[in-house]
């Protein structure tokens, strides 16, 4: 049973839009990543946020921007949406600072429909 | 430069018999493997991860995986194939550097009654 929920489960959306996605992390993780899964690919690491800092980041533009909040809750926003956003946006999280030590705790996603 | 790459997208077993699903991985560094399950329509979950203890790793579900430096590879293992273990699976590695996963492609796993 998972303790990270993410809402909503699925999404359409026009382009050009922006749109917000939550995660609701397991209680005491501090550390909340999001990934972005297209359809038949492997996730791709957007952020990674510790302790409300953003502490990573992969080869997404600016308009995919993050936050954390202290009750372990975080929020994806996507500015200017194109048709290539359309994907599954997972949400993970973690105890500690480093990921490795107890793996993440992954949500079951939103599935985000561009038009 | 690291990278994941996961041998065959779909596999497909009779049940009862031997899965073995590939990774290979490109690392200058030690890295970090893991192995992560896709149920439809739900998020990853965690079978198993090799942090440079011992190299032969037991999981859940009765799946292990052997960490091979020479081979640079990390293949997924389990004796017996059962019907629930069809699902899509993710090799991954981390590096604590930038501090972020790199999944391959996935390899999704069909069991045959």
């Known amino acids: 049973e998972t303790g990270v929920t993410q809402s909503p489960t699925h999404l359409i959306k026009t382009r050009g839009q922006q749109v917000t996605l939550r995660c609701s992390s397991q209680s005491g993780h501090n550390t909340v990543s999001w990934y972005q899964q297209a359809l038949g690919q492997g996730p791709q690491f957007i952020f990674q946020y510790y302790r409300e800092e953003e502490n990573g980041r992969g080869n997404f533009p600016p308009r995919f921007s993050g936050l954390q909040f202290p009750n372990y809750s975080s929020e994806l926003n996507v500015n200017a949406l194109e048709l290539d956003d359309s994907a599954l946006y997972l949400c993970?999280?973690?105890?500690?600072?480093?990921?490795?030590?107890?793996?993440?705790?992954f949500g079951s996603g939103t599935r985000l429909t561009v038009v | 430069a690291q990278s994941v790459t996961q041998l065959g997208s779909h596999v497909s077993v009779s049940e009862g018999a031997l899965v073995l699903l590939r990774c290979n991985y490109s690392?200058?560094?030690?890295?970090?493997l893991f192995w992560y399950v896709q149920y439809p329509n739900q998020g990853l979950q965690l079978l198993l991860k090799y942090t440079s203890a011992a190299t032969l790793v037991k999981g859940i579900n009765g799946f292990e995986a052997e960490f091979k430096k020479s081979e640079t590879s990390f293949h997924l293992t389990k004796p017996s194939a059962h019907m629930s273990d069809a699902a899509e699976y993710f090799c991954a590695v981390h590096l604590n550097t930038g501090n972020q996963f790199y999944f391959g492609t996935g390899t999704s796993l069909t069991v045959i009654p």
């Open positions: 690392s200058s560094v030690p890295p970090y």
């Open positions: 993970a999280s973690s105890l500690g600072e480093v990921v490795t030590e107890d793996g993440y705790t």
